[in-house]
């Protein structure tokens, strides 16, 4: 089983849809991170969170710690939204991160 | 801010050649700065912690002389792949890290193809 672990695998949805994503994790953390991986591969980090909520535009991340878990919002979804959403948290006293192993988006007209 | 440029975006090369891939922290002092290694359609795997002015970390499994990491000052960190073969063919991607618990900024990767 791995220790960062996302639902759903893929997704489409239609232009306009609130979308959630989904990332379950089985270690402590220090902090848990949400990327946006671009179809051409540049990847763009959008939250970085330890407790609590933080939202950006039309994206919103939650975390609760107790139950290992966050959850990516993106609210009035575009085409532009389209890419690969992953998840990642930093454990132990490194810098280190491991990965989920990504949510495929697809927004469409 | 926090932007990191990686280059060349992408590069062609024969079976046995070396190919040096670099990573700049443009905007700000990056110590740590790490090397990753993604195949299509999976996540991104570790290869390499990078320090500046030490040797770097490397992953299990990960050849220190197949993959020679240099970090030779606080905005560039360097990866070369030795003696390529059309294994090594894959996407390669960097992030900086500009402090302690400060999240990591990636580059835009390399797409290597090696025939």
């Known amino acids: 089983k791995n220790e960062v672990e996302q639902s759903p695998q893929n997704l489409t949805a239609q232009e306009g849809e609130f979308i959630t994503i989904n990332c379950s994790y089985s270690?402590?953390?220090?902090?848990l991170h949400w990327l946006q991986q671009h179809p051409g591969g540049g990847i763009v980090s959008l939250f970085m969170?330890?407790?609590g909520k933080k939202k950006h535009g039309r994206l919103i991340a939650t975390i609760n710690i107790q139950e290992k878990h966050s959850s990516l919002h993106i609210t009035a979804s575009h085409p532009r939204d389209s890419a690969v959403y992953i998840c990642?948290?930093?454990?132990?006293?490194?810098?280190?991160?491991?990965f989920g192993t990504g949510t495929q988006l697809k927004v469409e007209l | 801010g926090a932007v990191v440029s990686q280059h060349p975006s992408w590069v062609i090369c024969k079976s046995g050649t070396s190919v040096k891939i670099e990573c700049r922290s443009l905007d700000f002092q990056a110590t740590t700065m790490f090397w990753y290694r993604q195949f299509p359609k999976q996540s991104l795997m570790l290869m390499a912690t990078?320090?500046?002015?030490?040797?770097?970390?490397?992953e299990q499994g990960v050849e220190k002389d197949k993959f020679l990491i240099n970090h030779a000052s606080l905005t560039l960190s360097t990866l070369t792949v030795t003696s390529a073969h059309p294994e090594d063919s894959s996407f390669y991607i960097c992030s900086a890290l500009s402090g302690i618990n400060q999240p990591q900024h990636f580059g835009d990767g390399t797409r290597l193809s090696i025939l």
């Open positions: 270690v402590g953390i220090s902090a």
């Open positions: 990078s320090n500046e002015g030490s040797k770097a970390t490397y």
């Open positions: 969170l330890s407790s």
């Open positions: 990642a948290v930093r454990s132990g006293g490194g810098n280190k991160l491991t």
